[in-house]
């Protein structure tokens, strides 16, 4: 189990820069030793300058290194060590694999890959996202084949929440709406590589048109990230047999984390949406 400082900085992570990155990746690699270690010693581990690690431990919320060191010893202090199997991050099927292994691995690489969601995804551009969606005429959701699935969760889970969203199976419908979209609007791609042709040339209507864009993908330098106004990457990392499996546990948590923003932006006006639309469905519930 990851200690509660870990998680802290994982956190925050994706809003450093990249030698304030540097030093969290060393802090996180040597938690143990942070309590006794000096700035400049620990500045020099890093190979960074000191003004980089004080700055690293204000991103985190801390006033200085003596307020991080002691957070990092309470939190030292309530972990427990768990003998765990070790991750088998992005492993490969093999014909020697034993049946009985296969939920271990499959959750196990699943939780990894949830880990990295929280490092790589910018508070910054998460609170932008939610903005967007919550001032959004229109919502428009992009997919194919796989991504589907996300779509459909989250458009389903915007109705819910009362907004005008839409979301079309048909590539050429996806195309055609997005061309007339206007700047008060929407458009959120899904693609786990980044560069399924006719998810991206829906982003690039839709760009083109004026509308926010909103790219949820598993690599930065994705294709579709030259059409994104907001870009969230769940990983970096290539996954077991790329998005046939690992990409929707990621890109589900993702969904339910706007999902979650969204009513936490405003709550008394969603849970209300959510009441009538529970409402609505009622007489679709099972009754013998």
Same mark, same amino acid.
């Given at each position: 189990?990851?200690?509660?400082?870990?998680?802290?900085?994982?956190?925050?992570?994706?809003?450093?820069?990249?030698?304030?990155?540097?030093?969290?990746? !060393?802090?996180? =690699?040597?938690?143990?030793? +942070?309590?006794?270690?000096? %700035?400049? $010693? &620990?500045?020099?581990?890093?190979?960074?300058?000191?003004?980089?690690?004080?700055?690293?431990?204000?991103?985190?919320?801390?006033?200085?290194?003596?307020?991080?060191?002691?957070?990092?010893?309470?939190?030292?202090?309530?972990?427990?060590?768990?003998?765990?199997?070790?991750?088998?991050?992005?492993?490969?099927?093999?014909?020697?694999?034993?049946?009985?292994?296969?939920?271990?691995?499959?959750?196990?690489?699943?939780?990894?890959?949830?880990?990295?969601?929280?490092?790589?995804?910018?508070?910054?551009?998460?609170?932008?996202?939610?903005?967007?969606?919550?001032?959004?005429?229109?919502?428009?959701? !992009?997919?194919? =084949?796989?991504?589907?699935? +996300?779509?459909?969760?989250? %458009?389903? $889970? &915007?109705?819910?929440?009362?907004?005008?969203?839409?979301?079309?199976?048909?590539?050429?419908?996806?195309?055609?709406?997005?061309?007339?979209?206007?700047?008060?609007?929407?458009?959120?791609?899904?693609?786990?590589?980044?560069?399924?042709?006719?998810?991206?040339?829906?982003?690039?209507?839709?760009?083109?048109?004026?509308?926010?864009?909103?790219?949820?993908?598993?690599?930065?330098?994705?294709?579709?990230?030259?059409?994104?106004?907001?870009?969230?990457?769940?990983?970096?990392?290539?996954?077991?047999?790329?998005?046939?499996?690992?990409?929707?546990?990621?890109?589900?948590?993702?969904?339910?984390?706007?999902?979650?923003?969204?009513?936490?932006?405003?709550?008394?006006?969603?849970?209300?949406? &959510?009441?009538?639309?529970?409402?609505?469905?009622?007489?679709?519930?099972?009754?013998?």
């Amino acid at each position: 189990m990851k200690n509660k400082m870990i998680l802290q900085i994982e956190e925050r992570y994706a809003d450093m820069r990249a030698s304030e990155q540097k030093a969290a990746d !060393y802090v996180m =690699e040597h938690m143990e030793m +942070i309590p006794d270690i000096s %700035l400049g $010693k &620990l500045a020099s581990e890093c190979k960074v300058s000191e003004p980089t690690v004080l700055r690293m431990v204000k991103a985190l919320g801390y006033q200085g290194l003596r307020d991080f060191r002691n957070e990092v010893i309470s939190a030292l202090a309530v972990t427990k060590e768990e003998h765990q199997s070790p991750v088998l991050y992005g492993y490969s099927l093999n014909k020697e694999d034993k049946l009985e292994d296969i939920p271990r691995k499959v959750v196990t690489t699943t939780s990894k890959i949830l880990e990295e969601n929280l490092k790589n995804i910018s508070i910054r551009t998460y609170e932008k996202v939610i903005k967007a969606i919550k001032d959004a005429r229109m919502i428009d959701i !992009y997919s194919v =084949e796989n991504s589907n699935v +996300i779509a459909k969760d989250l %458009l389903t $889970k &915007l109705l819910y929440l009362g907004f005008s969203c839409r979301h079309m199976d048909d590539t050429y419908h996806q195309r055609i709406a997005a061309s007339n979209l206007t700047s008060e609007d929407v458009a959120i791609g899904i693609s786990y590589s980044g560069c399924s042709e006719d998810t991206v040339k829906a982003m690039k209507s839709a760009k083109k048109s004026g509308a926010t864009t909103i790219a949820v993908t598993n690599f930065k330098d994705a294709v579709i990230s030259k059409y994104a106004d907001l870009l969230i990457c769940t990983s970096q990392n290539q996954q077991f047999y790329g998005d046939a499996i690992f990409s929707r546990a990621s890109q589900i948590v993702l969904v339910d984390m706007i999902y979650m923003g969204l009513i936490t932006s405003d709550y008394d006006r969603y849970a209300k949406c &959510l009441d009538k639309s529970a409402k609505v469905i009622k007489d679709k519930a099972y009754q013998e």
